[in-house]
């Protein structure tokens, strides 16, 4: 089965610019997530997805970040304008439902440098 | 809610020689915990994964993690590390039969000496 799946790897851009990265979960996964690393700290939680809706964006940190999941397939995640401090790798896992002991497969990551 | 202390951020072995890379997890619940591996310019990789079974989990390449609950630890070992083993290691936990969001650990960087 095809894992999951993320584009860009690597994207550079401007301060001020708009990125939109975009994640496709292994086929039939209702859960998918958003999990952000900067500057070489911790993986940190951005948001949750149940099929289509938002099951919890307390990750999210301000509203220059807009995650989509229309269908319940793939998910973006948009940011807008970027800021410095947006760099990091982004990372999206996704599971196959909520039945106890979730295990995340996870992407590769989108690396985002701001400059 | 949970927690989840890595004690180390790098540890360096040589190879051959065992490898203990710790973690202390704190959580309301029983939980579930994992060992991630991450590779340079690659993915998160699941290693191994406890949900209340046996407490001896074994898992990919050589590794095994005990989890005690009386220590609420779940430290990863490796009788003999090889240099293909250095990477990122995150300890990971969840709440089982929860639907809370799961928890990394800060990563310790695994450095193999030749």
């Known amino acids: 089965e095809a894992g999951v799946t993320q584009f860009p790897s690597h994207s550079v851009i401007e301060k001020g610019q708009t990125v939109t990265l975009r994640c496709d979960p292994i086929?039939?996964?209702?859960?998918l997530y958003w999990y952000r690393r900067v500057m070489g700290k911790e993986i940190k939680f951005l948001l949750h997805?149940?099929?289509?809706?938002?099951?919890?964006e307390s990750g999210m940190p301000n509203n220059r970040f807009l995650a989509e999941r229309t269908g319940g397939t793939y998910s973006t995640l948009k940011v807008q304008p970027a800021e410095l401090e947006d760099s990091g790798v982004y990372f999206c896992a996704s599971s196959p439902g909520f039945s106890g002991a979730n295990v995340l497969t996870f992407g590769a990551g989108s690396r985002l440098t701001v400059l | 809610a949970q927690s989840v202390t890595q004690l180390d951020s790098h540890v360096s072995v040589s190879e051959g020689t065992p490898v203990l890379l710790r973690c202390n997890y704190s959580?309301?619940?029983?939980?579930?915990l994992f060992w991630y591996v991450q590779h340079p310019n690659k993915g998160l990789q699941l290693l191994l994964k406890?949900?209340?079974?046996?407490?001896l989990v074994k898992g990919i390449n050589g590794f095994e993690a005990e989890f005690k609950k009386s220590e609420t630890s779940f430290h990863l070992t490796k009788p003999s590390a090889h240099m293909s083993d250095a990477a990122e290691y995150f300890c990971?936990?969840?709440?089982?039969?929860?639907?809370?969001?799961?928890?990394f650990g800060k990563g310790t960087r695994l450095h193999i000496l030749p």
């Open positions: 086929s039939g996964h209702d859960n």
């Open positions: 997805f149940v099929k289509e809706s938002k099951q919890d």
């Open positions: 959580s309301s619940y029983s939980p579930s």
């Open positions: 990971v936990v969840s709440e089982t039969n929860r639907d809370d969001k799961i928890i």
């Open positions: 406890y949900t209340s079974a046996a407490t």
